[in-house]
């Protein structure tokens, strides 16, 4: 026999071998898709706006695949009141306040998810908003329903929690996020104003 050719076939099998032997992991898992549930997520962040605190209820939710990750939606809006400086003003008004919102792409990776207490990180990509708007009572005369200064900028936000499995069905996931805006148009505001560091506090529902 050829010696070349024998040497070439080693090779190629060789290569074969070795291209088995090191496939790449996957979040499917080898086999593909062999769970597929899901989940929404209810919880409030506590964050700040230009220097203010900030309450933000969020709500996400979606496709939870071989129960490590979840793809879905987003959407989070500030509650309170957070007060528009006097030079930032569109209309001077002192009942002027900012209203901070975000909607988009949630995925989420959970680590151990069948212990009692594991690991989840997330990631939401998406847009937020600003404006400006009247805070104060409806019944007033000079009531202004006008919202100013409204414009939308892409926004990002990594977190981590730690879960803890209270039931089957409903988890409770404490954790710590990173708010990052980029392109904001606000009057008065920087993108540094409207980023934050938040602490969370969310129970999850549904099939893990």
């Known amino acids: 026999m050829n010696p070349i050719r024998v040497m070439i076939s080693a090779v190629f099998c060789l290569i074969g071998a070795t291209t088995l032997a090191q496939q790449n992991q996957t979040i499917f898992g080898d086999k593909g898709i062999h769970g597929s549930t899901g989940y929404g997520a209810a919880g409030n962040k506590f964050t700040s706006i230009n220097g203010h605190y900030a309450n933000m209820p969020e709500i996400y939710g979606g496709w939870f695949v071989n129960h490590r990750f979840m793809i879905g939606l987003e959407m989070a809006a500030t509650t309170n009141r957070i007060p528009v400086p006097a030079a930032n003003q569109i209309v001077p008004d002192p009942d002027r306040c900012y209203q901070y919102g975000q909607f988009g792409l949630m995925t989420e990776y959970v680590f151990a998810s069948k212990k009692s207490f594991h690991v989840a990180v997330n990631l939401m990509t998406g847009s937020g908003f600003m404006l400006q708007y009247y805070r104060g009572n409806k019944y007033d005369w000079h009531y202004d329903s006008e919202v ?24 409770f996931s404490p954790g710590i996020s990173y708010r990052r805006a980029f392109g904001s148009s606000s009057k008065g505001l920087t993108d540094d104003d409207i980023s934050s560091l938040s602490g969370n506090l969310t129970l999850k529902f549904g099939r893990f």
Do not use: I, S, T
């Open 148 to 171: 100013y200064d409204e414009n939308f900028f892409f926004v990002m936000e990594p977190g981590v929690q730690l879960e803890v499995n209270l039931l089957q069905w409903l988890r």
